[in-house]
């Protein structure tokens, strides 16, 4: 009996040492102070104000949604494209490939952005769109490979065998077949690459101009500098999203795992 | 035959536009980063004559003429002001001096009402064969030099390497705290993670899944978000010293951050999933009914965990220890945010490298022994969960 209330009351420290600094946050996005501690004087949504109207944090949020759904767009069709690649057992080096494409996942990010930085400089693309998005594509494939490959796997080749027999030709298989039994971890993949992008700090701090602060960038600075409670308004923003993007994949890879 | 040459050559189709963008875009950035490691082209670019007479110098004797006509030759040439400034930095690390000489060189040398007859007039110190010795070695256009000073090592006058004086020597302070601090984490999520893993796959229904989504949640909130919530935590009018004076267990706030406990706080909460994730995975392949055989043959619990749980769970908390580690040692935001100076660890100082001081040079060095760290655990990492049965 002893052990068995150690145990409990181990697991629920534990939960509290884990989910509590995300919820202890949250109201602090409501003070109308401009300190961000508690106890909080009054509630007001100032902060939100100062994050939809301030130029700073609403140019750092659509700089955010471009840089995002431009990686989105580029990771999605790449990982995509090179998870199907991957499903033919007789390409040579199948596996060293495959470790290529997870490894931006391992490399420390510090690292790839010097890299990065002398290599957009080279090419004249630092402070550009197009360098950001680049720089976060090579971190969010790695998430869309996974996401598409794990559902790839999942895909009973006999069905392919079958509307092929049937006469359709290869496009048509992967049209009407393939990639609608994928598209459950294609879209997960895709949410996957959004919220890479979205949270990326590192790879901005070094290719992004002044220009292309993302809402990530603006909350590390701002953290760095001028704290403010406009941080709490953006975490209860981002921990939103956060569940929004969770139940998105948790229903596809519950509607991917019924269809098995 | 024909078929599946055909399917061989569609699947390369859609592997290559991926492959050829992590080539471009990852692979080559890491080498061009270590080739900013190792290449020393600021003196060969200046000093193309000088550096073909030099190759008949012997090291030792005093400048001859022909040496000193080329350097004029060189130094003449040059309309590159940055260049210059480059070439002369990388002269004065080498030797000291180099600054006011090249000044005083440069400007008698742009003097083209009475040109000097030979470098010696310009400066007496042209004539010592130490400065000749440093352009000399700085003339190849590869160096070892930044990778030396990245672990406080450096060649003296004779090429000999040795540790740098105690005044340069911050590198290896840095990689020693940035494994001790990832060491640290590793450990506490493994104190924490491990019990909690084996609490959570002896449970079922509700009670697993409300473990597991406290898991999973802060693993996919925000990086930031969580940094930022531990910085809201932990200052000093902070919720927990809030708590702490409240219920009267310290009299005076606690310094928890900008320094080591709150890095050590902060980072064991944003990696602890990453321990109990993989533990949790194997313990769920084992048999439920181990623990009781063990207890019904006659083992105590702490024997039966000994002897059956653990060995068959080590491989878990192999690989999970590993995936914490290999990300704490390349942490730059938390401790960025959350940290002191005291605690700053390798990438805040490649960042300071690269965008503080541009030394390329530098940063590339320290990041390819970063990189080279990671890359030999991650494989360790890889070899240890292929071999995991039953996994795709």
């Known amino acids: 009996m002893p052990m068995k209330i150690a145990k409990a009351t181990f697991a629920t420290l534990t939960i509290l040492f884990l989910v509590a600094p995300l919820i202890a946050i949250l109201p602090l996005a409501f003070t109308s102070s401009v300190i961000l501690t508690y106890p909080i004087p009054s509630w007001s949504l100032r902060w939100f104000e100062e994050l939809f109207f301030a130029d700073a944090w609403r140019r750092a949020i659509v700089n955010s949604l471009i840089i995002g759904t431009g990686t989105t767009l580029l990771a999605t069709v790449l990982g995509t494209a090179a998870s199907l690649g991957l499903r033919n057992r007789l390409i040579f080096f199948r596996g060293t490939i495959r470790t290529l494409f997870l490894l931006p996942m391992v490399v420390p990010a510090v690292v790839l952005g010097v890299g990065m930085q002398v290599l957009l400089a080279g090419f004249g693309l630092t402070n550009s769109y197009l360098g950001v998005i680049i720089a976060h594509t090579v971190v969010a494939v790695p998430f869309v490979i996974v996401s598409v490959t794990g559902a790839l796997a999942g895909i009973d080749e006999r069905v392919e065998l079958a509307a092929q027999s049937l006469g359709a030709a290869p496009i048509t298989v992967f049209r009407r077949v393939t990639l609608p039994l994928a598209m459950p971890g ?52 981002f921990i939103a999203a956060t569940i929004a993007i969770g139940l998105v994949v948790v229903l596809s890879r519950s509607m991917l795992a019924k269809r098995r | 035959m024909s078929a599946t040459s055909s399917r061989t050559g569609r699947s390369l189709l859609l592997l290559a ?69 480059d070439m002369v930095r990388r002269l004065n690390s080498a030797r000291s001096g180099f600054r006011t000489l090249m000044g005083k060189t440069t400007s008698a040398l742009a003097d083209t009402a009475n040109p000097p007859a030979d470098l010696i007039s310009i400066d007496k110190r042209w004539e010592k064969p130490e400065f000749w010795l440093a352009i000399a070695d700085a003339l190849s256009p590869y160096t070892d030099r930044n990778l030396l000073a990245a672990v406080d090592l450096g060649r003296n006058a004779a090429g000999a390497i040795e540790h740098l004086p105690p005044d340069q020597s911050v590198n290896r302070v840095i990689l020693v705290r940035t494994f001790w601090i990832a060491a640290l984490v590793t450990f506490f999520c493994a104190a924490i993670g491990f019990p909690y893993a084996i609490i959570a796959a002896s449970l079922d229904g509700w009670k697993r899944d409300l473990m597991l989504a406290a898991v999973l949640l802060p693993l996919w909130t925000s990086l930031l978000v969580r940094t930022a919530a531990w910085f809201i935590l932990l200052q000093e009018k902070g919720l927990i010293n809030d708590l702490l004076l409240t219920l009267g267990i310290v009299n005076s706030p606690l310094a928890l951050i900008f320094n080591r406990t709150g890095v050590i706080i902060a980072m064991t909460h944003v990696l602890l999933p990453f321990m109990v994730l993989p533990i949790y995975s194997v313990l769920i392949t084992i048999p439920k009914n181990l623990m009781p055989a063990a207890a019904s043959l006659g083992a105590p619990p702490l024997r039966a965990f000994v002897r059956v749980l653990l060995p068959l769970s080590l491989r878990g908390v192999a690989s999970g220890g590993l995936l914490v580690f290999i990300s704490a040692i390349g942490y730059y935001i938390t401790p960025a945010l959350i940290g002191g100076p005291g605690d700053q660890m390798i990438s805040s100082i490649i960042a300071f490298y690269a965008t503080g001081s541009a030394n390329w040079g530098m940063a590339g060095a320290l990041g390819m022994v970063l990189l080279v760290a990671t890359l030999l655990l991650y494989s360790v990492y890889a070899r240890l969960s292929s071999e995991e049965p039953g996994r795709r």
């Open chain 1, 186 to 237: 294609v879209l997960s993949g895709a949410v996957l690459a959004f919220a890479t992008s979205l949270d990326e700090v590192v790879l901005t701090l070094f290719v992004a101009g002044p220009n292309q602060r993302t809402l990530a960038r603006q909350m590390f600075s701002s953290i760095r500098e001028n704290i403010s409670p406009a941080i709490a308004a953006a975490a209860f923003l």
């Open chain 2, 17 to 85: 536009p991926l492959l050829l963008f992590l080539v471009g875009f990852f692979v080559w950035p890491l080498f061009s980063m270590m080739s900013q490691a190792v290449s020393d082209p600021a003196v060969l670019k200046l000093l193309p004559r000088s550096a073909e007479v030099l190759t008949g110098w012997d090291r030792k004797s005093p400048p001859s003429m022909a040496m000193q006509a080329a350097m004029m030759e060189d130094l003449k040439a040059v309309d590159d002001d940055q260049a210059l400034g």
